[in-house]
């Protein structure tokens, strides 16, 4: 087709004339491949079609920068993944990709710099991570690969079309295309192609169909000859797309669809969702203490137990080196709780406490993730959330945090406003307890029974209710209603449950292990020396006040390390019941640890984290004195 066709098609489509053509000054025109000697716009077109993206200084660079766009969850990062062999989380709800990954590809002996950039609807950003999409955009680049859901073909090309209006050279993957066939939904590639000047590929990144078809076609990328368009002319030129190139045929609702209904509807979803709750605490549970109970505890009393015995005895039994590594024999001999040492006490609680729920909470979490259960879950809280002025997609930052806060608050920047991302960050850090710190709510107050447990995770509750509350009445603006996209229930891949789950236990040891190391080693050397009695004088009418010995203070302290680690050493105090609870709900939501610390500082700003941190100490000390009194009162 020569472009006179095409742009004929493209101004009536603008209500333009070939009279009017002639770009205006801050027009850019491009048309790749197909301009010819006769257009009005040759001369326009032969410079672009040289191939400067606008703002990009990067083409002297070695290696071509390719970003890799779209809406939020319509596969970039399962694509990214193939296409690298790194691999990029993905998972079944909007917004999972926050900030941004590198990787490279070599397509015919060239290196591609791949860039997987956070979903965006919109160029004109409406949250933090769209801001984070825009702003690599604008950075430049050689290439961008637009990647479209084909079972939401309308929705997907606005962004599409925006991306396309810049001038990059360009190449649109209709991704999920397995589940366009499914829906009926048939898209007619080669005239997608002519309506947006652009190569058109499909995929299915589960499977890695497409994806040769794809690295083919990005040396072809060009720029489309797009004009810049309101957006009104955007949507009326998208509708005119979608009536070309895609037929729908009929077909039955299936099992799936009567599933996705039941899910949202306000009663039996809610009926759904209890029982989902239960049931993954419960899974955390008993796969948690399955591998505790028949795979780390033996290990630990018939290998592990013994070799420390071995260097015990060739270290005398005492002295320093000996206290540092074995720890304080205590009757003779180790006491995996009560020891201290870095390789006794150290490794245990990393390894057979903490680490096994670590394990069974993201397996249950990555499930339901990839399942797509989670958006299910913020529209069927939305009403409870925003009562503490929260979106009901907060839900998703908050089950994160569940796991490790410092993802979680990562996750907060989906959020619309600046006031809700500082609630749900507050909120995440004071009353939403990591798996670490709960392997040892588990481990340590588990054994007192069950009710003490769900006085800790009663109290914490309620301190998220009533704080996001006062929040939401004090803090000024309001939180925007819920507009988020729900994902088909999808059957999860198990390489990408497998990766998933790797990626989070590895960084899990990565960067827990030497800070629980370094927390144990510090405990011991504090409690061999005179600076916690000092501190907890200090602290001591507060000390009264919760009900707790002095020496509680030190590791309360502590927990700005690592909680697990802190809770971890209540156990030698031989604390009380109410003590005991007392203590591990102050420590859950007095300091963030050190990581969240950074990254809360990272996300709000100094003020703001200043803030935060004011909120939890005071909020903790209140609720620690209140339950002290409610407990005794009780007579618990
Ligand atoms: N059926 C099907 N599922 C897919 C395909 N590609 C990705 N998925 C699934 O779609 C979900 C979203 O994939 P992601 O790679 O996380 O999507 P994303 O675009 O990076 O999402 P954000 O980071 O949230 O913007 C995941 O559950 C994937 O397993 C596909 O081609 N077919
Ligand atoms: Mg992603």
């Known amino acids: 087709m020569s ?115 956070p979903g965006a609807y919109t160029l004109d950003p409406t949250n933090e991570a769209e801001e984070v999409a825009l702003r690599i955009l604008n950075e430049g680049a050689d290439i961008v690969i637009i990647i479209l859901d084909a079972t939401a073909l309308e929705r997907n090309l606005y962004l599409a079309l925006q991306v396309l209006e810049k001038g990059y050279p360009s190449v649109i993957v209709l991704n999920m295309i397995d589940e366009a066939r499914h829906k009926g939904i048939q898209i007619d590639l080669k005239a997608l192609e002519r309506e947006l000047g652009v190569p058109v590929v499909s995929t299915v990144a589960l499977t890695g169909e497409g994806i040769a078809a794809l690295k083919a076609a990005l040396p072809k990328a060009r720029p489309s000859f797009l004009l810049p368009m309101t957006k009104d002319e955007r949507w009326r030129f998208i509708g005119d797309i979608v009536m070309r190139v895609q037929m729908v045929t009929h077909r039955h609702h299936t099992f799936r669809d009567r599933l996705e209904d039941i899910s949202v509807h306000p009663l039996s979803g809610m009926f759904l969702s209890l029982l989902v709750i239960i049931a993954s605490f419960y899974a955390v549970r008993i796969i948690g203490e399955g591998l505790i109970n028949y795979l780390l505890d033996p290990f630990f009393n018939s290998i592990w137990g013994p070799f420390l015995n071995v260097i015990s005895n060739v270290l005398g039994g005492s002295g320093f080196i000996h206290d540092i590594l074995i720890g304080h024999l205590i009757d003779g001999s180790i006491n995996w709780e009560q020891s201290f040492g870095i390789l006794s006490t150290g490794i245990y609680v990393e390894f057979a406490m903490v680490f096994p729920y670590i394990i069974s909470f993201y397996l249950v979490l990555s499930l339901l993730e990839d ?27 908050t089950l994160l945090g569940l796991g490790c806060n410092v993802p979680g608050i990562l996750a907060t920047r989906v959020l619309e406003s600046e006031r809700e991302r500082f609630i749900a960050a507050t909120l995440i850090s004071v009353a939403v307890p990591c798996a670490g710190l709960q392997a040892m709510i588990f481990g340590v107050i588990g054994s007192l029974g069950l009710v003490y447990i769900a006085i800790v995770y009663a109290s914490l509750l309620g301190v998220w209710l009533i704080l996001g509350y006062m929040l939401n009445k004090t803090l000024s603006g309001q939180s925007p209603e819920l507009i988020v996209e729900i994902p088909p229930y999808r059957l999860p891949s198990l390489r990408n449950l497998g990766f998933k789950l790797w990626f989070r236990i590895s960084g899990f040891l990565l960067e827990a292990t030497p800070l629980v190391l370094l927390g144990i080693l510090i405990a011991n050397l504090l409690y061999s020396s005179s600076v916690l009695p000092f501190l907890s004088n200090i602290l001591s009418p507060l000390v009264k006040l919760l009900g707790l010995p002095p020496q509680a203070m030190g590791a309360i302290l502590l927990g700005f390390l690592r909680k697990d680690v802190a809770v971890g050493l209540l156990l030698p105090l031989g604390l009380t019941p109410r003590q005991l609870v007392v203590a591990t709900v102050v420590l859950a939501m007095t300091f963030p640890c050190i990581a969240t610390f950074v990254v809360l500082f990272k996300e709000l700003g100094l003020k703001r984290l200043i803030q935060s941190v004011l909120i939890m100490i005071s909020i903790s000390l209140i609720t620690g004195i209140a339950l002290n009194y409610l407990l005794s009162y009780l007579a618990i």
Do not use: Q, W
């Open 371 to 397: 399942i797509g259960y989670l958006p299910r879950l913020a529209v069927l809280f939305d009403a409870l959330l925003h009562k503490i002025g929260l979106h009901g997609f907060a839900i998703v930052p």
């Open 3 to 117: 472009c006179h066709g095409l742009f004929g098609k493209l101004f009536e489509k603008h209500g333009r004339t070939k009279e009017n053509t002639v770009p205006r000054d801050n027009e850019i025109f491009h048309c790749g491949e197909f301009h010819c000697s006769e257009c009005p716009l040759a001369s326009r077109c032969s410079m672009k079609s040289e191939g400067n993206p606008p703002n990009s200084t990067l083409m002297d660079k070695k290696l071509k920068r390719v970003l890799l766009m779209g809406n939020p969850n319509v596969g970039k990062s399962a694509i990214f993944s193939r296409l690298t062999g790194l691999h990029a989380i993905s998972s079944n709800y909007p917004g999972t990709t926050v900030g941004f990954l590198e990787g490279s590809v070599v397509i015919n002996g060239e290196t591609y710099k791949l860039i997987d950039v």
